[in-house]
């Protein structure tokens, strides 16, 4: 079995399914708060920041658009291609994340490519070594059990964009 071949095909192909259903998001949508109390994204400091705990409140608060797609483009894609195959400056309590749904996706469209591109590179040996410290309850685990955590990020938090689109696009009147 190739698991390396595996992984990645079930990334491309959620990828290449997926994705197309953003094209178009508007900025309305991008920040569209559909309950109270929505984490989003913020303006601070000239850019925009993260609603975010490390001690997460119980019940979890509802998330935007804006806030699912910044937790896939920085902590499921950029975090871990730059940890993996950049300089390791990524922080996620340091990053200013896209102001307007276009820029978002070019975003998403940017670290999704260095994740991808830094996968594709590696042989199928490297699959099998840990992943190490970088990634702490992962370091002894394969990057294969890496990849496939992300790929089940993906298709989560992908799969709650895509329902929201839906619902902002059913709320609308004249629907």
Partial sequence: MDWRSEALEQLDFYWEHWRPRL??????????????????????????????????????PFTTIAWRLAHIAGHVFHLRANSHFGDGSYRMD????????????????????????????????AWARPVGPAEGPYAERSYLTLVLHLNRELCHHGGEVALLRDLYAHQQPGR
Avoid: I, K
């Avoid at 994340?97 to 991808?116: K, S, V």
């Fill in 23 to 60: 094209d178009g998001l508007t900025d309305a949508e991008y920040f569209w708060e559909p309950v109270a109390d929505c984490w989003s994204l913020r303006p601070a400091g000239g850019g925009f920041r993260m609603d975010f705990a490390f001690e997460t409140p119980e019940p979890p």
């Fill in 94 to 125: 340091n990053e200013d994340h896209p102001g307007t749904a276009a820029a978002a996706l070019a975003y998403l469209d940017e670290q999704h490519h260095a994740w991808r591109d830094g996968l594709g590179a590696m042989d199928a040996e």
